[in-house]
């Protein structure tokens, strides 16, 4: 059964720091894909970062670029985002996904959150200005 822990989330004023963690079990395919999306009340879920293990391919949204890492400890079954530089605008609960859909291998889908089957709970960031 696969499974996903995302923690990390709190409070922190703008221009802050946070690191997220996400702890997965239960992938017994080697081609996987992993990452962070989030949402605000609204708005649709959006992914942040994605990687990809068949290529260690990793993928950043926009917003995220120059900010965000998305990094791995494979000994850990750990993902990370650390996330520097925050702004309000980041406030949003985020949650840790994963796929073993080939859809989800592509650069074009990568990101989308209808190739990601696998999701664990939210952990909610809060950016105060």
């Known amino acids: 059964e696969v499974q996903l822990q995302a923690c990390g989330g709190g409070l922190v004023q703008a221009g802050g720091s946070l690191r997220l963690s996400c702890v997965y079990s239960?992938?017994?395919?080697?081609?996987?894909?992993i990452g962070w999306f989030r949402q605000v009340p609204g708005k649709e879920r959006e992914g942040v970062s994605c990687?990809?293990?068949?290529?260690?391919?990793?993928y950043y949204a926009d917003s995220a670029k120059g900010r965000f890492t998305f990094s791995s400890d494979s000994a850990k079954n750990t993902v990370y985002l650390q996330m520097n530089s925050l702004k309000p605008e980041d406030t949003a609960v985020y949650y840790c996904?994963?796929?073993?859909?080939?859809?989800?291998?592509?650069?074009?889908?990568?990101?989308?959150?209808?190739?990601?089957?696998?999701w664990g709970q939210g952990t909610q960031v809060t950016v105060s200005s």
């Open positions: 996904a994963a796929s073993f859909r080939p859809g989800a291998f592509s650069t074009w889908y990568v990101m989308t959150e209808d190739q990601y089957e696998y």
């Open positions: 239960g992938f017994d395919f080697d081609d996987y894909a």
């Open positions: 990687f990809t293990r068949r290529d260690a391919g990793t």
